[in-house]
């Protein structure tokens, strides 16, 4: 069982996934806060920066790699739909950003959809959402439940 996580429509994308999916692409804007400590501190000021910048573009597979503790939301999209490799991340270091939030944009023969979800950095670690540990939480009591919704 992989818990969704920080983002909602992991279920319609693997879904979609069963028909044939043509792009996914996810984006992630946080606040500057949450990047730091990672490689986007070689590529802005997060300190003095007045508006986004984005610090990545490319595959989920290189993004986990490169931001593992940020990039964690990529991968799951990736799992879920078209993998690693086909899943196009971008992430953005945004002072405008009020909170983590989380696009999936995705096209296939049973449709498209796009989802946005803005969630409050976690108070122990602002790089990862609240939540993302309530989606565990979940997860784990579906395990003992009848019916899993």
Do not use: C
Not at 62 to 84: C, D, I, K, R
Not at 96 to 112: D, K, L, P, S, V
């Amino acid at each position: 069982v992989l818990p969704a996580g920080a983002i909602g429509g992991i279920d319609a994308l693997a879904a979609m996934r069963l028909s044939g999916l043509t792009s996914v692409r996810y984006r992630s804007r946080k606040p500057p806060l949450a990047w730091r400590g990672s490689p986007a501190e070689r590529v802005v000021d997060l300190g003095t920066l007045a508006k986004p910048a984005v610090l990545y573009t490319g595959s989920a597979g290189e993004a986990a790699l490169l931001y593992p503790q940020n990039a964690n939301v990529a991968a799951a999209v990736a799992l879920a739909g078209l993998g690693f490799e086909a899943t196009q991340v971008e992430l953005v270091a945004d002072p405008g950003a009020a909170g983590n939030i989380h696009e999936i944009e995705a096209e296939g023969a049973a449709g498209r959809f796009a989802i946005a979800l803005q969630g409050k950095p976690s108070r122990t670690n602002p790089k990862t959402s609240a939540l993302a540990a309530l989606s565990v939480a979940r997860a784990l009591l579906n395990g003992d439940a009848v019916m899993v919704i």
